[in-house]
């Protein structure tokens, strides 16, 4: 019997996952009509940040279909694996937009970081990760990450240089700017601020109803990114 926590973990993540993808394509398809880059990379940002919780959406629907759980290594790997080329697009993003000039060193350091991120997520998965604990087909598995591991360490600096590079540099342009322009990069700034506190309390809160409404985070950051952006 299915708990209260899958319905509201598992729906949540679908949601997310389904609206990444539609914005995503949304802004991609607008992007081939005005042959703009930005909304280009936009798109794809969107899409791998709502690929972000292909995890739990794959589980919940893996239990509703089959009554167990998908494998643990897999609903990992399905999760975090969108987070490196979701890191580079972000960063790319914020040079464009903040500082043109340092846009590919930010995104070749992030490349290097990125693929040391996804080797240890592939290959040293064990470490990565907390102790699986098996939901039997009731609930949406919990990948929680080993906060010692060096996976944990690099996803925190991922968020902290969005935060800072991204957020924060947004909203020092918005506060030296005037008008449109200005309106612009406040969206931006809070599309970013967003991004970074739903996926703060996602990776540490567990599955409950603080964690269903932070998930919105998610969501709602894809809106104002998009507006600031288009």
């Not at 991120?117 to 040293?124: A, R, S, V």
Request: hydrophobic share 60%; net charge positive.
């Amino acid at each position: 019997m299915v708990t209260v926590n899958f319905w509201l973990t598992g729906t949540s993540a679908l949601f997310v996952v389904i609206f990444g993808v539609i914005v995503g394509l949304i802004a991609l398809i607008k992007s081939i009509k005005t042959k703009q880059k930005l909304l280009r990379n936009f798109g794809f940002m969107a899409i791998l940040m709502g690929l972000l919780l292909l995890g739990p959406a794959t589980d919940f629907w893996f239990v509703l279909l089959t009554g167990n759980n998908i494998d643990y290594y897999l609903y990992c790997v399905l999760s975090y694996m969108w987070v490196a080329p979701g890191i580079v697009f972000i960063m790319w993003i914020g040079g464009e937009l903040i500082a043109k000039k340092a846009k590919w060193y930010l995104v070749g350091i992030y490349t290097v970081i990125g693929i040391i991120f996804e080797y240890f997520l592939f290959f040293q998965h064990s470490g990565s990760f907390k102790p699986f604990v098996d939901p039997l087909g009731e609930d949406i598995i919990d990948a929680s990450f080993n906060t010692a591991s060096l996976t944990f360490i690099i996803i925190a600096v991922f968020i902290v240089s969005v935060l800072l590079f991204d957020g924060v540099g947004a909203l020092r342009k918005a506060i030296q700017l005037t008008g449109e322009l200005r309106k612009k990069f406040i969206y931006l700034t809070i599309g970013f601020f967003l991004f970074c506190i739903a996926a703060v309390m996602d990776a540490l809160l567990e599955p409950g109803i603080i964690l269903f409404l932070a998930r919105f985070g998610f969501i709602a950051d894809n809106v104002f990114l998009y507006i600031g952006i288009k």
